[in-house]
């Protein structure tokens, strides 16, 4: 039987983590489709890079976090 995706990815080079809050606590470049999420805020860190689409319009609260961050 073959490997999972996981130790397919640990095969390429990846370092997995097991939890998304340890992904943001680690990463230094987050790429999302999709603005962060309410529940990811707390995440989110001066310096942090955050590829994404951004509807903040939609999102004030999210705007206002950013802005406070400086990022």
């Known amino acids: 039987m073959g490997r999972n995706k996981d130790e397919e990815y640990a095969a390429a080079g990846a370092k997995l983590a097991d939890s998304g809050q340890a992904v943001w606590e680690q990463a230094d470049l987050i790429v999302k489709v999709k603005e962060p ?5 707390g995440f989110i860190r ?10 903040l319009a939609a999102a004030p ?6 802005a406070e961050k400086k990022r």
Not at 37 to 41: D, H, N, Q, R, S
Not at 61 to 66: P, R
């Open 46 to 55: 001066e310096g942090q890079i955050i590829f994404t689409y951004l509807h």
């Open 37 to 41: 999420l309410p529940a990811e805020y």
């Open 61 to 66: 609260e999210l705007a206002k976090l950013l």
